[in-house]
């Protein structure tokens, strides 16, 4: 008796069937493996299963073919067929569909950032800088395998977007590739060294305000000496409390500069790569000796910012201050009153409307930032001498007034006297500047705002774009890094991860199969 080899084709369809269950399983358990829930004893049993599983599938499809090839012809010419190989028709047709759509989006990239406060977005200042970028910057990141280098790629191609031509960067395994990790004096994996015309600047943590960093210290190759004034009781720069200026420091050496202190007195003379002086709260006046220093120094082209709160906060008394007499030669005094604002809380703070900023390269990238002012004197603009451009910088509101009862403010009773007190708006900085001599001015009614109590964004930029301005480099202005906020993904717990890993492997495929064994009974119901 002859066996008929038709009667073991099913059993290709039923081991196909084992091969697909089988397959499904070792996806679920590789999932679970990624998830960290479970630890294969041997990763690469799970890549074997997974394609052995296929491949059995395909030799159980191959097998019903074999012994059952008449039913199988009748299979792939019967009607099902043709409804299914119009599906595939129009399958096709949507993967073409999708595939031109991913072509044009490739060559046209667009992103939108839909996060809170834009954290995914770079911050305005970032896109000045990579805008204003004089020449090439080729940067190397150097991460091993073991290193996450996800954010650091992520970051680089969003400056690369904006730096368009004059940003590049490429990433090298320091492990496979010592030579080159040695000659960039790499140490650490995660470094990433910025390079500009032949200068380096080495980078160890991956962020935004670190990039900025090397970048504008590229742009910047050449120490820039800045000296703050000491002996007089000004705020320290070394200092970490709260009225000190130690964030000032590190804001301006994270910006290449030098930052110095100087005392007047005792040195004599003005050092010669002093590129600007700053004096920053004197509680005692500066000697005529140190002024007239001063005086010589920013007739020769020099720069100078001087910051003096209201002398009822100083130890002046009635010791004449030399320093007005240089400031009066350029258009400028101080009229010894305390800022009040009744809008602000506590009156005594005077908030600088961002409207009332004046269009001056230190001010004009602050419009629509609250800057803090508090216990400040305001300034009186009279005529600049001949050649000099003199510009107010910040003013107060209308409502906001200048105090000059010393009394009432001790008492809490100030209010405002048209008879006595100054009626706003108010100066409250000013610069000053003389094209042929190169020389500069900026004067403030306060150096509070600028303490490590109250310095932050707003506060912070006005003095380092004073700084910038002053010595000349108005490409760095606005430019001072930010902090981003920072924020932490909570991932699901194991049941949530499990839950989902089923959905996606069963749940979906399960209700696919479902929907074509109700349209299958449907329609042998209707013949």
């Not at 910088?393 to 007190?421: C, H, M, R």
Request: with cysteine.
């Amino acid at each position: 008796m002859k066996t008929n080899p038709r009667r073991y084709a099913m059993l290709g369809l039923g081991l196909s069937l084992l091969a697909i269950l089988a397959f499904v399983g070792f996806l679920l358990v590789r999932s679970l493996a990624s998830a960290g829930i479970f630890q294969p004893p041997d990763p690469l049993v799970l890549e074997r299963g997974i394609w052995g599983s296929l491949s059995v599938f395909v030799l159980g499809l191959a097998l019903t073919a074999f012994l059952d090839p008449e039913g199988t012809r009748k299979f792939l010419m019967g009607r099902q067929v043709q409804y299914g190989s119009n599906a595939i028709v129009m399958l096709l047709a949507f993967l073409g569909i999708l595939f031109f759509i991913n072509l044009l989006a490739y060559q046209n990239p667009k992103s939108w950032d839909l996060t809170e406060n834009q954290k995914n977005t770079l911050a305005p200042e970032t896109i000045s800088l990579l805008q204003a970028l004089p020449e090439q910057v080729t940067v190397v990141a150097y991460f091993s395998p073991q290193t996450d280098s996800a954010s650091a790629r992520k970051l680089l191609e969003s400056f690369k977007q904006h730096g368009a031509e004059k940003f590049v960067y490429v990433f090298i395994d320091p492990i496979a590739n010592p030579v080159a990790a040695q000659q960039d004096g790499v140490d650490r994996d995660g470094t990433v060294v910025f390079q500009m015309a032949g200068h380096k600047q080495p980078v160890t943590l991956a962020d935004e305000e670190g990039f900025d960093s090397a970048i504008v210290r590229l742009m910047n190759p050449e120490k820039t000496t800045v000296y703050f004034v000491t002996g007089h009781g000004e705020a320290d720069i070394e200092q970490t409390d709260d009225t000190s200026y130690s964030m000032v420091k590190r804001s301006l050496e994270s910006k290449n500069y030098t930052v110095k202190p100087l005392n007047v007195g005792n040195a004599g003379k003005i050092p010669e790569d002093a590129k600007t002086i700053v004096v920053a709260g004197p509680k005692t006046p500066l000697t005529a000796d140190e002024v007239q220093l001063l005086q010589e120094y920013l007739d020769n082209g020099g720069a100078l910012i001087v910051m003096e709160d209201p002398e009822a906060l100083t130890k002046f008394g009635d010791t004449p201050d030399p320093l007005a007499a240089l400031l009066a030669s350029w258009g400028i005094s101080f009229q010894n009153d305390i800022l009040f604002d009744p809008n602000a809380n506590p009156p005594l703070l005077v908030y600088a409307d961002p409207l009332n900023f004046a269009q001056h390269p230190i001010t004009q990238k602050l419009h629509g930032v609250n800057s803090r002012f508090f216990t400040t004197q305001s300034l009186l603009i009279g005529t600049a001498p001949q050649g000099v451009t003199l510009t107010p910088l910040a003013q107060t509101y209308q409502e906001a007034w200048g105090e000059t009862d010393v009394a009432s403010i001790e008492s809490n009773l100030q209010s405002f006297d048209p008879t006595k007190d100054l009626a706003g708006p108010l100066v409250l900085a000013a610069a000053a500047e003389n094209p042929i001599t190169k020389s500069r001015l900026v004067v403030f009614g306060d150096s509070e705002f600028a303490a490590n109590a109250l310095y932050q964004r707003g506060n912070g930029d006005i003095l380092i774009n004073t700084i910038d301005w002053s010595t000349q480099q108005e490409k760095l202005i606005s430019l001072t890094p930010k902090n981003n906020t920072t924020r932490t993904y909570n991932p699901p717990g194991t049941l949530g991860v499990i839950g989902m890993v089923l959905a996606s492997l069963c749940l979906i495929p399960l209700l696919v199969v479902a929907g074509g064994v109700t349209a299958w009974v449907s329609r042998r119901k209707r013949g």
